[in-house]
């Protein structure tokens, strides 16, 4: 089996690329952060760059609005599948895996 351990820097959560909305995520996390789903999809998303999704808003510096400052990810227990699945379910381009330093560990089932 392998392991992947995180260094939670954060850098994920800054690349270019975008964290699609998907409805029955932001009811869970506007229910996390106690607002209504209303509040979530104002607050924390924005219409993508074609304009045809909702998708997670992004900070100033290019973040995730949900970055904190200590490269943490505020709503960790309800984050998307997207973001949870990383890299397990991932293909990403060689000069984005070179932006991760998490590494994998081969371990016994
Ligand atoms: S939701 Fe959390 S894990 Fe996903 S990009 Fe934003 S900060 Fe990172
Ligand atoms: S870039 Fe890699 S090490 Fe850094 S937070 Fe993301 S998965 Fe973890």
Redesign the pocket.
């Known amino acids: 089996m392998r392991v992947?351990h995180?260094?939670?820097?954060?850098?994920?959560?800054r690349w270019d690329g975008v964290v699609h909305y998907v409805p029955e995520e932001g009811r869970r996390i506007a229910e996390f952060l106690g607002i209504s789903e209303f509040d979530m999809i104002q607050k924390y998303t924005r219409l993508s760059d074609d304009r045809k999704e909702l998708v997670l808003a992004d900070k100033e510096d290019g973040g995730c609005v949900f970055l904190t400052e200590d490269?943490l990810c505020s709503i960790n227990p309800v984050k998307p599948h997207q973001c949870g699945s990383?890299?397990y379910e991932w293909d990403v381009p060689p000069e984005y895996k070179a932006?991760?330093?998490?590494y994998w560990e081969e371990k016994e089932d």
């Open positions: 992947f995180c260094k939670c820097c954060g850098n994920c959560c490269n990383y890299p932006l991760c330093p998490g």
